[in-house]
């Protein structure tokens, strides 16, 4: 994307941000409790959302 608008410099930063983006993601872990609107919710590994206690939050 970033070659079509900023030539070969913008495509080299688009590939390098990119990178970063992708590493950053790899050490992540998917944690199902999170904080919305002042509660804390869990999401399942359908999708859906339920209120839990405060306690499962970090």
Do not use: E, F, L, T
């Amino acid at each position: 994307m970033g070659g079509a608008v900023g030539g070969p410099r913008g495509a080299a930063v688009g590939a390098a941000a990119g990178a970063v983006a992708g590493a950053h993601r790899r050490h992540r872990r998917w944690h199902p409790y999170y904080w919305r609107h002042g509660q804390c919710w869990y999401r399942s590994r359908s999708g859906r959302s339920h209120p839990v206690s405060h306690r499962h939050c970090r």
